[in-house]
């Protein structure tokens, strides 16, 4: 039985995203980030719309989301962005992913992992992740040249790329995004002084490829750019982006509450004259904020912005359409997406609930169905 709401990816979208990134990329490969599964857009339709778009890198965090790619059919290389546990390292290893190490525990996981193997590979290829300046996971220089001499005199492994992550590359203004890839670079010259080979050496996310040139280096990490969405309002015209997600539902009931009378829990709005609401089945639960109504969200029904009203509850949430067209039931509510003329961003919700569209994109459930098309072409 369907579900009277649905999450729709437009996957043509995706793959015209991937493309401006890399016309946008000095010439770097391009690697999409596709981990907590495609940031709510579902990891391996984007995968394959991505590769589609040029991509010849997949991002993951966890094994368990490079194993959802492979049992898909997907060959591509699949970077695992931070160390797997030692436990790990063995089926890392069989499903052909790469990992990121950063630790001496790492390194010796990664290599008994291959020794251990039953069809062991003359060398499986790491990547090695320098910390210079986020103050999250990888190895401050000074340790890690330490690590990449371990990596270079094995036999087992081999250094197959170099990187770092930016902390603030989504703000023009400051000044640590140069101060990291100086750094970064001060540790690849290193590794070449000492005649290590750093492999593919990339640094930039998102962010660092719309507003940071000199940081594309071989390869470009691309996350929430490939679903269309900026990483931060001043690079929003940076690239022609396409949002591809749509979240919409439907009214599933309409009624009028008095004048003086309160809606929701807490009855926390309370209308000061009769009034018209439509109730439309999609809650906290599937990843719309119990604030928004509260906040000022908003929703399109034909194509006309409603506002919400009251706190949004587990399960339902209420709009006032007392003005305006009448609203029936089964008509058609747009949350985040286009309807008509009009549109309600993912932007808008993170304004209001002061918060990353990241955030708005990887809470939406997996209990609302997705629906991918194809809309073709994108300019």
Excluded at 256 to 284: C, D, M, T
């Amino acid at each position: 039985m369907p579900r009277h709401a649905a999450i729709e990816v437009d996957l043509s979208a995706i793959t015209a995203n991937a493309r401006a990134i890399l016309a946008a990329s000095s010439g770097a490969q391009l690697c999409a980030v596709v981990k907590a599964d495609g940031y709510g857009h579902g990891a391996v339709q984007v995968a394959t719309a991505a590769l589609d778009g040029g991509a010849t890198w997949l991002a993951v965090a966890l094994v368990e989301e490079g194993a959802l790619l492979r049992a898909a059919g997907i060959d591509a290389p699949i970077l695992l962005l931070s160390e797997p546990p030692a436990d790990c390292m063995a089926e890392a290893l069989a499903l052909g992913l790469t990992p990121t190490v950063y630790t001496a525990e790492g390194v010796a996981a990664a290599r008994q992992a291959v020794q251990d193997a039953t069809a062991r590979p003359s060398v499986w290829s790491v990547h090695l992740k320098v910390d210079t300046g986020m103050h999250r996971v990888g190895a401050h220089p000074s340790d890690a040249i330490e690590i990449a001499r371990s990596i270079h005199a094995s036999s087992e492994l081999q250094i197959g790329g170099t990187f770092t992550h930016f902390a603030v590359a989504d703000d023009l203004e400051r000044s640590e995004t140069a101060e990291q890839l100086a750094l970064f670079e001060l540790f690849l010259e290193q590794l070449n002084a000492e005649q290590i080979d750093p492999g593919l050496v990339h640094a930039a996310n998102s962010a660092g490829v719309l507003g940071h040139l000199q940081a594309h280096l071989d390869l470009v990490r691309s996350g929430i750019a490939i679903y269309g969405l900026a990483p931060s309002i001043s690079l929003d015209s940076v690239a022609q982006l396409q949002p591809a997600l749509r979240l919409s539902s439907e009214v599933s009931m309409v009624k009028s509450v008095e004048a003086n009378r309160g809606v929701s829990y807490g009855l926390q709005h309370v209308f000061s004259k009769e009034a018209r609401v439509a109730i439309v089945p999609l809650g906290y639960a599937d990843g719309v904020d119990r604030r928004l109504g509260l906040l000022g969200g908003q929703v399109l029904i034909g194509g006309v912005r409603r506002p919400m009203r009251g706190v949004v509850t587990m399960d339902q949430l209420i709009v006032e359409v007392t003005d305006g067209p009448e609203v029936q039931v089964g008509d058609e509510v747009v949350l985040l997406g286009g309807q008509g003329e009009e549109q309600i961003p993912a932007q808008e919700w993170a304004d209001l609930l002061d918060t990353i569209t990241y955030e708005v994109v990887c809470r939406l459930s997996t209990r609302i169905p997705r629906r991918y098309v194809s809309s073709g072409p994108h300019s």
